[in-house]
């Protein structure tokens, strides 16, 4: 199935080994929640849907245990335990808990790593897999629920069905007359062509999508509908100069002189846990909500971006702590010039918290 990048909830108040296995998962391609309370794990389990749970069963004195026993209650998730001690006893109820792997603490990073990706490969591959995700837009099928990047979505029976027929045939085109007996024992009247057009129009309403720049259906003129396989394109920055930046493995955005965020690459998706067509169109400070080492707001002429927009030099390695998926995280910061109409990269790197000065690895 078409989708989005695994998407991983880690529910740890460990603050060391959090942010250590969130950077590692997003260096490996993996969208992570990372959550340091159980409440907030219990919530980005039921919003977000994701394809593997890795739950530390420890934390607030063993309340994550109840983040294990959400992942199987929203559908049997993939679930890899964290275990503090170590004993047979954790290993049984972790399994009897409806647990995949046990994992000891501390554990080697890049083999916690391996065997979520193996887990999600897994989840993907699974014939009996009822979830499905593309761009932000989660249909949980067996629940018969949508969510629009975290937000619920109401449909009719009619308009769920059609949507679940576009998942199910993963980016092939559906006649309308399949897709017009797939409703047939849902509407009151006899189903046609123009029925299918109408409950299609009110299902892109309903998901905001555009039918010029189809982000989620796309219309096959003369046949009938098919999942929209590719979203809409970034700005276009010209000589090439998106597959430069696309291919950097820092964290990049690239923002006009409004700061508004016109491409990000796929670094950048990792490291803020949010997808493509939640970037692009925002401004970055909405986005980012910089502060500095000390926690005072980065905005109006404290702005970095305002600095650099009337002039031509780069502002490199600036300490900083930003947005990234329901934390702030300490970063530094580089700004420079893209070419004389006022577009600006500003690229990202983590930084350690008790480096204020640098020494940060890639992204």
Not at 102 to 126: F, H, M, N, Q, Y
Not at 168 to 181: D, S, W
Not at 263 to 277: C, D, G, I, Q, S
Not at 328 to 351: K, S
Request: proline residues 6%; contains cysteine; charged residues 25%.
């Amino acid at each position: 199935m078409l989708s989005e990048p695994a998407f991983v909830v880690v529910a740890s108040d460990d603050l060391r080994a959090l942010p250590a296995l969130r950077d590692a998962l997003r260096v490996a391609g993996a969208q992570v929640a990372a959550c340091k309370h159980v409440g907030v794990a219990l919530d980005a389990i039921t919003f977000h849907v994701p394809t593997v749970v890795v739950a530390d069963v420890g934390m607030e004195s063993g309340r994550g245990w109840d983040v294990v026993h959400a992942a199987r209650a929203a559908g049997r998730l993939s679930t890899i335990v964290l275990d503090r001690l170590g004993d047979a006893g954790t290993r049984r109820a972790a399994f009897s808990a409806g647990a995949d792997e046990v994992i000891r603490l501390p554990c080697d990073l890049d083999e916690l790593t391996t065997r979520v990706l193996a887990l999600a490969s897994r989840a993907a591959r699974g014939a009996t897999a009822t979830v499905y995700r593309l761009h932000g837009l989660i249909i949980d099928v067996s629940a018969h629920a949508v969510r629009l990047h975290g937000r619920p979505i109401v449909l009719t029976a009619q308009q769920f069905a059609i949507l679940a027929a576009l998942f199910e045939a993963n980016g092939v085109v559906l006649p309308r007359e399949r897709l017009l007996a797939r409703i047939e024992a849902l509407d009151d009247e006899p189903p046609s062509e123009r029925a299918i057009d109408l409950h299609v129009a009110r299902l892109r309403r309903r998901i905001g999508d555009d039918a010029k720049q189809p982000r989620y259906i796309e219309a096959v003129y003369g046949v009938g509908y098919r999942l929209a396989t590719d979203a809409p394109g970034p700005a276009q920055l010209g000589d090439s100069a998106e597959d430069v930046l696309a291919a950097l493995p820092d964290a990049l955005l690239v923002i006009d002189a409004h700061r508004t965020i016109r491409f990000a690459n796929e670094a950048a998706t990792r490291l803020l846990a949010r997808p493509h067509t939640e970037l692009r169109g925002r401004t970055c400070g909405e986005l980012l909500e910089c502060t500095d080492c000390a926690g005072t707001t980065l905005d109006g002429p404290r702005c970095f971006a305002r600095a650099l927009l009337p002039g031509a030099t780069a502002l490199r390695d600036l300490p900083a702590r930003i947005r990234a998926g329901d934390e702030h995280v300490p970063v530094l910061l580089t700004y420079g010039q893209v070419r004389a109409d006022g577009l600006v990269t500003l690229q990202i790197r983590p930084r350690a918290e008790d480096d204020p000065k640098g020494s940060a690895g890639p992204a």
